[in-house]
């Protein structure tokens, strides 16, 4: 399908498998002369630009009102590239690269300088990958340069896994969207700083913890990760810092052993829909009472349910809902970015089942506060 245009923003809708040559080579010419142009990659949609140009990097920031001190990941597509813009590489950083580049793992490593300041928000290390997608790696070569890309939403709002989420989002910010269908993930990619020691997962996401452990032995997890509270961080990789992934709607998470999360999270909705509009986001089909609705799944199946997180999140907001109330995940696999997401979405609003059985009407009313923001 030709190139179409609403206002500025041209969308091609390209093959997932086979990208038309054509489009990315159109894609690609904005790249090099500093513009900005939405991909597909195997976890979410990402906002890119040439990530030697500290002016086209800048845009990214200014479009999606992104802090400066919120570092951008840099995407490449072959692992030369990582001894280009890295430095001091070492064994575990050459390990995981083989192992799953490409693919959605992050590896944070001392930069180069031949990275602008402004890329890297500053820092002495950078945050690279290479992703999976044919689209975004087809872009990456014929540009000729490293891609710097964030989520291609604006800033704190749940991350786009369709062409469509990026339309409404940054619809006339960009100059090009690359429309190749919904993502695979669905969430975006792990990042493991492999300046700490031992290595430290900065964000869950496509590769296990479990998965890295078996490649480099001992791998810790940053407090963020399950929601220790911290002091003044500098933030090494997105997703650390800020409130991130949220709906409009305010979001509360209850955690627990399955059965009592479903009974908890039942009695909460009811007790919230007193006075708002409720969704819930269940799982295994259970049928809540609420005025919105969206199954993740079963729980048996983590990457399903991650595949679906952020558009469910989206549509219970087009929904007109008030409060999401959402059941918690155990935090093991893919699971554990799942409940980080859920976790910065609700801005660290997780209670424990048993709790909200004992004390509902008081959790209820805390929330309606929080909703009407009085």
């Given amino acids: 399908m030709d190139g179409r245009s609403p206002a500025k923003t041209t969308i091609y809708r390209v093959d997932r498998d086979n990208p038309e040559s054509e489009f990315l080579a159109e894609a690609s010419s904005i790249i090099r002369a500093g513009g900005l142009v939405v991909f597909p990659t195997e976890t979410v949609y990402g906002l890119g630009a040439d990530a030697l ?33 890295g430095k001091g590489i070492d064994w575990r950083a050459e390990a995981l690269a083989k192992k799953f580049w490409p693919g ?14 402004i890329t890297v928000a500053g820092l002495d290390t950078v945050a690279i990958r290479m992703p999976r997608h044919p689209v975004a790696l087809g872009l990456i070569r014929l540009s000729g340069v490293p891609i710097a890309a964030p989520s291609a939403n604006l800033s704190g709002r749940p991350s786009p896994t369709t062409a ?19 993502t695979d993930i669905g969430v975006e990619s792990t990042v493991i700083d492999l300046t700490s020691e031992p290595p ?8 296990t913890v479990e998965e890295l452990r078996a490649v480099v032995g001992e791998v810790d ?22 409130r991130h992934y949220a709906p409009r709607a305010k979001v509360v998470v ?84 799942i409940m980080n997401r859920l976790r910065k979405a609700a801005g660290g609003l997780v209670i424990p ?18 909703v009407m923001g009085t």
Avoid: C
């Fill in 53 to 85: 140009n500290p002016y086209a990097v800048e845009r990214i920031f200014r479009v999606k009102g992104r802090p400066p001190d919120n570092p951008l990941i840099v995407h490449i597509a072959v692992h030369d590239d990582l001894f280009i813009l």
């Fill in 254 to 337: 209850v955690v627990g052993e399955a059965g009592e999360i479903k009974q908890a999270v039942q009695l909460l909705a009811a007790h919230l829909r007193r006075r708002f509009r409720v969704g819930v986001l269940g799982t295994d089909g259970h049928r809540y009472e609420a005025d919105a609705l969206r199954d993740l799944g079963p729980r048996s199946s983590p990457s399903g349910a991650a595949q679906r997180l952020f558009r469910y999140l989206r549509e219970l907001d087009d929904e007109g809902v008030d409060i999401i109330v959402a059941e918690g995940w155990p935090e093991e696999g893919i699971g554990l970015a």
């Fill in 353 to 370: 089942a048993d709790r909200v059985l004992r004390e509902t009407p008081t959790i209820s009313s805390y929330l309606r506060y929080g």
């Fill in 221 to 242: 997890l940053h407090p963020l990760v399950t929601g220790a509270p911290i002091g003044d961080l500098v933030a090494k990789s997105p997703g650390m810092k800020y």
């Fill in 200 to 207: 430290q997962v900065l964000r869950p996401g496509g590769v």
């Fill in 164 to 182: 469509d989420h990026v339309i409404r989002d940054l619809a006339d910010r960009v100059d090009a969207i690359l429309d190749a269908g919904p």
């Fill in 104 to 117: 959605p793992l992050t590896l944070v490593v001392p930069r180069s300088n031949k990275l602008p300041a």
